[in-house]
């Protein structure tokens, strides 16, 4: 049975961008659709508009260190991240990505690389819409509006910026279809985020 992935590759060459995809398009067990974002600046937007299940990034450009943050702000917490490497690097600076491709990488490489990542497997897109867990930095956000915490002081308590906060909040509604401070509260206490004494009076 042939998968459907979404594939993302965000890199500044034409000729890199070109070349992965092509290589990719040669492996017969998916049904690969693609999206190239060629500078930084749109990373995010494109993230958010398109939602995809792999994403391959240029572990140079800046921000590489949020990459957690940015699946959680732009709704996609399982997708997967693969740097490509072409030059040498730190191996501390990869460990945030889910796998690293070389640009010396056979295409038998490539393709366990990928059936290695795949079979964590990839939430059915269904599920994913359905899901009701609600990921870590979530949780921590519905304890601070609990908590009777404006969207700044949340923002300064969890070093992140007032619009992720937001996003943050607009995804929880959509998750648990709760759309009040009282009704977030009912979820915390029974889902033991907080205890009776953590909420403000």
């Known amino acids: 049975m042939t998968t459907s992935l979404k594939v993302m590759i965000a890199e500044p060459s034409v000729i890199i961008r070109s070349g992965l995809e092509t290589l990719l398009k040669r492996l017969s067990d998916y049904r690969l659709q693609f999206v190239e974002i060629p500078t930084h600046e749109s990373l995010l937007e494109a993230l958010r508009i398109h939602k995809p ?10 921000g590489y260190f949020h990459l957690q943050e940015w699946k959680e702000e732009v709704g996609c917490p399982h997708m997967k991240c693969i740097a490509l490497v072409y030059t040498v690097m730190d191996n501390q600076q990869l460990r945030v990505y889910d796998e690293q491709i070389h640009i010396f990488d056979s295409l038998e490489e490539i393709k366990q690389k990928l059936e290695r990542l795949l079979a964590q497997e990839l939430p059915t897109a269904s599920e994913e819409g359905d899901s009701q867990i609600l990921s870590i930095r979530e949780k921590e956000i519905v304890v601070c509006v609990v908590k009777g915490m404006t969207n700044r002081e949340i923002a300064d308590a969890l070093y992140l910026s007032t619009h992720t906060v937001i996003t943050h909040r607009r995804n929880i509604a ?23 004494s953590d909420i403000q009076q």
């Open 53 to 62: 299940d792999i994403l391959f990034i240029n572990p140079s450009w800046p």
């Open 174 to 196: 959509r998750k648990l279809q709760i759309h009040s401070a009282s009704g977030l509260t009912i979820y915390a206490i029974v889902n033991k985020l907080v205890e009776l």
